[in-house]
C-alpha cells in the first residue's frame, strides 16, 4: 500500500488513523474497494471544478453589456459586482475553506497517532491481566468449559477399575438426561453421588454397590442406577440439585404428579440389608 492509497483510507474515515488502522488490519480495505474509492474522489473533484465554469459563463452572459444598456447599468455590473454575485468570489472562498479542512485533517493525523500509542500500553495491560483471570476462573471453577457425557464416561470408567465389572448398570448419561428418561419410561432413578475424599468409601463401595445382593435389588425392582462423582462437574451438578449434607449419598426420584420428585434420601453409611 502507497502513501496515496493511505491518503484515500485516512480521508474515507475522517482522518481518523486508529479506526483506518484497524480496519486495514481485518482487511476491510482490499484494492478493488481502493480502487473505488479513488474513482469515486476523482470524479467529485471534476463535478466541483466543472461547476464553477458553467456558472460563470452562465452569469457572463446574462451580465454582458448591450447597446441599449445605459451608462449606469455598466458601470454598476461592470465595476461594483456583489459578493454573492461574483462566482469568482465564491471560488476563492470555496478554495480557502478546503485548504484549511485539509490542513485541520492534516494536523488531526500525527495527534490520532499519538492518542493510539498512549492508549496501547493500557490495551497491552488489560488484556495480560483478562488473560490471567481467566485463567484463574478456569482452574477454580472447572464446571465451565466440560463435556457432560464425556465425565459421567470417565466417572464409570474408573469405577470398574477400581472396584470391578460385578456392579449394577450404570446409566450413561447426564443427570438431566437420566431424570428425563425416568419420567418418559415412568420408572423410579436410584442416584448415588461418590465422594472420593469420604474416609469409608471404599468400604461402602465393596460392601454394598458391588455386591450381587445390591444388583439384585437395582434390577428386581426395575430401577434406573446413575452415579457420578462429586469431584466432576456433572457429579458437583446433582450434588447442588439433591442438596447433599452427608455421604454416602442416594436419593430414590420418582414420578409425581407429572414431575419427577425426591421420594427418599439414604445419607451415611448403611449396609445393604
Not at 185 to 194: G, K, P, S, T
Not at 244 to 249: A, D, G, I, L, S
Request: hydrophobic letters at 35%; glycine letters at 4%; one cysteine or more.
Amino acid at each position: 500500500m502507497n502513501d496515496f492509497e493511505s491518503y484515500h483510507i485516512l480521508r474515507a474515515n475522517d482522518w481518523n488513523f486508529e479506526i483506518a488502522l484497524d480496519l486495514t488490519l481485518e482487511g476491510a480495505y482490499n484494492h478493488d474497494v481502493i480502487q473505488n474509492m479513488i474513482q469515486h474522489s476523482n470524479s467529485n473533484n471534476n463535478n466541483n471544478e466543472e461547476q464553477p465554469n458553467i456558472t460563470t459563463s452562465s452569469l457572463r452572459r446574462r451580465n454582458a453589456p448591450t447597446s441599449s444598456t445605459s451608462s449606469t447599468s455598466l458601470f454598476s455590473s461592470a465595476n461594483l459586482p456583489t459578493p454573492s454575485s461574483s462566482p469568482d468570489n465564491d471560488s476563492n472562498s470555496s478554495a480557502i475553506n478546503d485548504n484549511s479542512n485539509t490542513n485541520n485533517s492534516l494536523y488531526m493525523i500525527p495527534w490520532n497517532a499519538a492518542t493510539w500509542l498512549l492508549k496501547l500500553p493500557y490495551i497491552l495491560v488489560m488484556n495480560t491481566l483478562k488473560t490471567f483471570y481467566d485463567f484463574f476462573i478456569s482452574m477454580i471453577y472447572p464446571t465451565l468449559h466440560y463435556d457432560p457425557n464425556g465425565t459421567v464416561e470417565r466417572f464409570i470408567r474408573e469405577f470398574e477399575e477400581k472396584y470391578g465389572q460385578q456392579l449394577p448398570t450404570f446409566f450413561r448419561g447426564t443427570y438431566s438426561q437420566v431424570i428425563e428418561h425416568g419420567k418418559r419410561e415412568i420408572r423410579f432413578v436410584l442416584i448415588y453421588i461418590h465422594s472420593p475424599s469420604y474416609r469409608e468409601i471404599d468400604k461402602f463401595c465393596s460392601t454394598v454397590i458391588a455386591t450381587q445382593k445390591f444388583i439384585d435389588f437395582i434390577n428386581g425392582e426395575n430401577l434406573i442406577f446413575w452415579s457420578c462423582s462429586v469431584d466432576y462437574p456433572e457429579g458437583y451438578k446433582a450434588y447442588q440439585s439433591l442438596k447433599v449434607n452427608q455421604y454416602p449419598f442416594m436419593a430414590l426420584i420418582g414420578l409425581k404428579n407429572h414431575k419427577m420428585i425426591v421420594m427418599k434420601k439414604i445419607e451415611g453409611f448403611h449396609n445393604v440389608d
